[in-house]
């Protein structure tokens, strides 16, 4: 389908780019085949560099592109440059206070969080979520969504009660805005518990995976990257507890998870 494309509209058409940019996400995000995404991010992204009708969001999707393939080969600053970038091209093309900008932040928050480095990565979640919330309201999707990334990062700096509170505002939100059987409401249910596993809230995690697993059996087989998500919390949790046989009991049901598109 690709080469018929190129050929009906030609290489340096921003048909053909598209087309590019969707084979090389199946790429990097399925197969896994960075090699050949970063290629086909590549050509898609000089088409769009040269063609301003093609507009902002067709660019960046191809540098977000290019960024993941940098960061899972291991080349963390151009990953950072990349992902950098996008945030200037959305805030110079749309403005500073752009939904659009607030994405490309969040993208770079969980970026530096994945890092390691912690402060920078609060720093530009609190600047997402701000944007989030004069632009789109203080409770919707996006904003529940970031919230528990906050938390989270909170967590890992270890401050721990400011990341307890953060998480029951952002469960609250997730469900009041999506419904109590949402599968980002186990995703949710199931960071807020590894919150609890670390400060030894034992019982408190365990029900709150049981929540979030009563959530995701219903929808997923145990493949889907949320289910994994909870049956790992599951284990992580029993092993803490000094309770080995329920910890292997959920070790059985580990698998191998792909990326996704």
Known sequence: ALALRVESAGPNAITTAEAKAYLA????????????????????????????????????????????????????????SLLREIVDLQRERLGPRHPSVAGALGGLAGFLGRQGRLEESEVVRRQHIAILRETMGPEHHGMAVALVALAGLLGDRARYAEADSVFKVAIAMRERVSGPRHALLAVALADYATLLTKRRRFAEAEAALARALDIVERQYPDEHADAQKVIRGFAALYEKWDRPEDAARYRARFRTVGRGL
């Open 25 to 80: 996400d199946f790429l990097d995000r399925v197969r896994m085949d960075y090699t050949g995404a970063e290629r086909l991010y590549r050509e898609s992204s000089a088409v769009y560099r040269a063609s301003p009708e093609a507009g902002v969001n067709r660019l960046t999707h191809t540098l977000d592109g290019l960024a993941s393939v940098a960061e899972a080969l291991g080349r963390r600053g151009e990953a950072g």
